[in-house]
Nanobody
């Protein structure tokens, strides 16, 4: 059973930073693509960033220069470093991995508010 487990969400003030983690139940080398999506209330789930096994990375325009994806292969973990957070970044953030079929984490809430 493949599982992706997110952590690291919370409440942060505008301009602040958070780092999300996504730990996979197995080696992340198994996934051809990993990344992060987010869903704000009343809106569809949108791509934040995806990264292929080969390192090709695609960021949404709204987060370019502020968010960074990284991975620790030894820990089977993918991270999302989020800096200069804005109120419009408020959403549930989902870890995504494709291993033949798409897999999703349970989501972690990020709230940006003063």
């Amino acid at each position: 059973q493949v599982q992706l487990v997110e952590s690291g969400g919370g409440l942060v003030q505008p301009g602040g930073s958070l780092r999300l983690s996504c730990e996979a139940s197995g080696s992340i080398f198994n996934f051809s693509t990993m990344g992060w999506y987010r869903q704000a209330p009343g809106k569809q789930r949108d791509m934040v960033v995806t990264q292929t096994r080969g390192g090709n990375t695609n960021y949404a325009d709204s987060v370019k220069g502020r968010f960074t994806i990284s991975r620790d292969n030894a820990k089977n973990t993918v991270y999302l470093q989020m800096n200069s957070l804005k109120a419009e970044d408020t959403a549930v953030y989902y870890c995504y991995g494709r291993w033949g079929i798409p897999y999703w984490g349970q989501g972690t809430q990020v709230t940006v508010s003063s």
